[in-house]
């Protein structure tokens, strides 16, 4: 691996992050369930990837496993990237779930907050042509995403995430919700 890969916001992320915090709010036919949860994610270094011999990409690979606290069965298991393009400082995530849902996010990096912290932020829309969702004729018809936000605050070795997907379930938009605070584990 190059020690000239630019991770820009991103290079904080690399590393195995642990946390037992994580809240799911999800929904039920009738009204929703709060699923009280713990994570791990391993982002791993890619290296640089040229698009069309102009654009270079630096790019993380991570894996996410969630299971709940109560009964430690995994419920969610999500892989993917998260880019970086240092010149229109942009940020994409990537990620496929196995439900038949693949989201393409992005947004540009503002630079660090006021207290020194990365913030990362990205968003899709099942109508955005270039931050888009895509899923299966089931999911469609059944719990059709429409928008997906993605917020990361990192600071040293402490991360905290809070996501919001849209959903189109049960004859009803849904916001589904999930929050954590990991702590990196190397």
């Not at 699923?35 to 996410?64: K, P």
């Not at 600071?155 to 379930?169: F, P, Q, R, V």
Request: hydrophobic residues 30%.
């Amino acid at each position: 691996m190059s020690n000239t890969v630019d991770y820009g916001p991103l290079k904080g992320l690399i590393g195995l992050w642990k946390g037992d915090k994580g809240l799911d709010v999800a929904p039920k036919s009738e009204g929703t369930k709060e699923n009280l949860y713990y994570e791990t994610i391993t982002y791993t270094e890619v290296g640089d990837v040229t698009n069309a011999e102009s654009q270079v990409l630096s790019v993380i690979r991570y894996h996410q496993v969630i299971s709940h606290q109560s009964s430690h069965e995994v419920f969610h298991d999500e892989t993917g990237y998260w880019m970086w393009d240092p010149k229109s400082e942009i940020v994409m995530h990537s990620l496929v779930i196995p439900r038949g849902v693949c989201v393409l996010a992005g947004g540009k990096y503002k630079g660090p907050t006021s207290e020194g912290s990365v913030k990362i932020e990205v968003v899709a829309n099942i109508n955005d042509k270039n931050w888009g969702i895509i899923q299966s004729p089931f999911m469609q018809q059944t719990a059709r995403t429409t928008e997906f936000r993605h917020r990361i605050l990192l600071s040293d070795d402490k991360l905290s995430y809070s996501e919001i997907t849209m959903l189109e379930i049960y004859g009803k938009t849904f916001e589904h919700t999930d929050k954590n605070e990991l702590v990196r584990q190397q």
